[in-house]
């Protein structure tokens, strides 16, 4: 694994290794606590964030390693015009692996394609999210034991949202998952992914606008955020925000054992209320986030793990 830039580039053996030492990182953690020594992280974020930074900056730490890099694109060059292709550059003189957030598309594409040192695509605009997969597989698999044979909700904003796009892409190559998408006609699931993932993998899917309908048919309920930041004007945005709540009354229809996820951050789609019911996972994802991304990095240094 030379960069990590989408989802669909790790097969089922790479995802249940990765899964594999993330279970192992959090039973003994203290095995694991200097295998990166005197290894270097640059996280390189043009774009807000909190959990995808800091846990990977807190995975580097409890593995032994530093950390260097900028949370804000004006606290970079770029404000002086410096391309992606020069700080990567750059980076990779100072770093021995890099993860990058940036608001365009392809943008972690490019750096891969000028860095000496393993890239990792931390969300590159509405496209794609790998690591943030893995954190949401791991919570599956971790409350689920599976992750085939499966009905997924993903409700909100589909057409923007990156988690979405990364998540329906791994999890259309496992056998019999059915996905239930959930949103406005505007913010529909972009065509490409149906046309290149879900249909050639023969998985059965539901468009619908109707949340309370697909409730009773859950086991994973996919909550995302309306992506303010991707929209070409505010009017859509206030329209479109809080189409969906959850709340306790919608979960009297559904499974006992359905698990609710969410990436993260929440705005609206979420009431407070539901956190204390057990079937809320959206904080559990944020504490595996960590635990995969340690799995992870040790992957893409090529670090050996003794058994
Ligand atoms: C997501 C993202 O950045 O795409 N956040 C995250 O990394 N957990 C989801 C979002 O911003 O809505």
Do not use: W
Not at 207 to 225: A, F, G, K
Request: aromatic share 8%; hydrophobic share 35%.
């Amino acid at each position: 694994m030379k960069h990590l830039l989408d989802s669909s580039e790790l097969n089922f053996q790479q995802i249940n290794e990765l899964v594999e030492i993330a279970e192992d990182i959090i039973k003994k953690p203290e095995k694991y606590s200097s295998l990166c020594r005197g290894k270097i992280l640059a996280t390189l974020f043009y774009e807000a964030s909190t959990r995808t930074r800091l846990s990977f900056e807190s995975a580097m730490f409890s593995l032994g390693g530093s950390v260097i890099g900028f949370s804000t694109a004006d606290s970079s060059s770029a404000v002086k015009g410096e391309s992606i292709a020069d700080t990567i550059r750059t980076v990779s003189e100072y770093a021995d692996i890099a993860v990058i957030r940036h608001p365009k598309e392809g943008s972690a594409l490019v750096a891969s394609q000028y860095s000496k040192i393993p890239v990792i695509n931390a969300g590159d605009g509405g496209h794609s999210h790998p690591t943030q997969t893995l954190t949401d597989i791991l919570t599956i698999v971790s409350s689920k034991g599976k992750l085939e044979n499966l009905t997924i909700g993903l409700c909100g904003d589909l057409m923007f949202g990156r988690t979405v796009h990364s998540l329906v892409k791994s999890l259309s190559s496992y056998p019999n998952n059915k996905f239930i998408f959930i949103s406005p006609e505007e913010l529909k699931i972009p065509s490409y992914l149906i046309d290149q993932y879900i249909k050639p993998n023969k998985i059965e899917y539901v468009q619908t606008t109707n949340l309370e309908e697909s409730m009773p048919m859950l086991d994973i309920l996919y909550m995302t955020r309306v992506q303010k930041e991707r929209f070409f004007n505010e009017e859509d945005y206030v329209r479109l925000k809080d189409l969906y709540i959850l709340d306790k009354n919608k979960l009297t229809n559904s499974k006992e054992d359905l698990v609710i996820m969410h990436p993260l951050p929440r705005v609206n789609e979420i009431s407070k209320e539901v956190d204390a019911d057990p079937r809320a996972k959206y904080f559990d994802q944020v504490r595996y986030g960590k635990f995969i991304r340690m799995a992870l990095i040790l992957k893409m240094l090529g670090v050996e793990i003794n058994a």
